[in-house]
């Protein structure tokens, strides 16, 4: 396994740099646990409780361990620097790239909540650091690192981009079928493109099984974009003309749904109110999610 860090600022600590001789993670390293945050209430009088879901916590108790080499201590020390110029807890988030025995890749956005720990006693000596780093992941779900984009386009004659099998003729609302590999909801990036009016995207999956929608109130011109972020916490809604980017918040329909790309196949469809141009399209993209590395 490989573990390979770049900062906020574009430094990387990558462990397929240096050999085992000059520096090797311990079995000390440990990528912590995603906590079960449940939600329950107790009535008055009765047994147990009465659960009513839950959350993830933030991913705790993250830390990795090395044991940094050099023929001399001068050359040790700079090592450690090397270390710490990559692992700062002055540049805030991260991203901790884990590339598994098995080929797999995952990535997560971490942060370091402390300066690195030079060990003393048998973790230090004229060749060698043992050298902690503690991590915390705020968001604690493992991702594959490859974006996976979808896109649909209609257009008034009658075809249906993407020319996915089966595909459908003379139909201005094409549908495809999403399959998500993680094991957890993902968030999405939804992009509508003009020229389309009141543009709306549906989904069915397990967690939405008699569907939902997302949808604009506006008339959205030829090489105009809204993007519709439906992360958690995250929502945003941004009308992109040109070089200007304003807040669109005031078009979204309030019935519809940030929603999410459920484990499993997900069925996308892309409508609209009345209008819709040659260029008209949408786009869906998400990064699948993993509860565990």
Request: glycine share 10%; charged share 15%; proline share 6%.
């Amino acid at each position: 396994m490989d573990v390979k860090f770049t900062s906020s600022r574009g430094i990387v600590w990558d462990d397929s740099l240096y050999v085992r001789a000059q520096a090797y993670r311990t079995k000390n390293t440990t990528f912590g646990k995603a906590p079960s945050r449940p939600l329950s209430v107790t009535a008055a009088g009765a047994d147990g409780d009465n659960y009513y879901g839950g959350t993830i916590g933030p991913r705790e108790d993250m830390l990795i361990e090395y044991v940094l080499r050099g023929a001399t201590r001068s050359d040790v020390d700079d090592f450690v620097e090397t270390l710490k110029s990559a692992f700062n807890p002055y540049d805030g988030v991260g991203t901790l790239l884990v590339t598994l025995d098995n080929g797999n890749v995952r990535a997560i956005p971490c942060t370091v909540v402390d300066e690195p720990e030079a060990l003393t006693g048998e973790g230090r000596g004229v060749t060698h650091q043992v050298v902690q780093i503690p991590l915390k992941a705020w968001e604690p779900f493992w991702l594959d690192p490859a974006l996976k984009t979808y896109s649909l386009a209609s257009f008034t004659g009658g075809m249906t981009l993407p020319i996915i099998c089966p595909m459908d003729f003379g139909t201005t609302n094409p549908s495809i079928t999403v399959v998500n590999n993680g094991n957890v909801p993902s968030p999405c990036v939804v992009t509508f493109t003009g020229a389309i009016t009141n543009p709306r995207v549906d989904i069915y999956n397990a967690k939405y099984p008699s569907g939902a929608y997302l949808k604009m109130l506006m008339d959205l011109g030829a090489g105009e974009y809204v993007r519709v972020d439906t992360a958690q916490g995250y929502h945003t809604v941004r009308h992109i003309a040109g070089t200007t980017d304003t807040n669109a918040y005031q078009y979204w329909d309030p019935a519809g749904e940030f929603f999410m790309i459920a484990p499993g196949s997900n069925t996308i469809s892309l409508t609209q109110s009345t209008t819709i141009g040659a260029t008209a399209a949408c786009s869906v993209e998400f990064w699948e999610r993993h509860i565990g590395v």
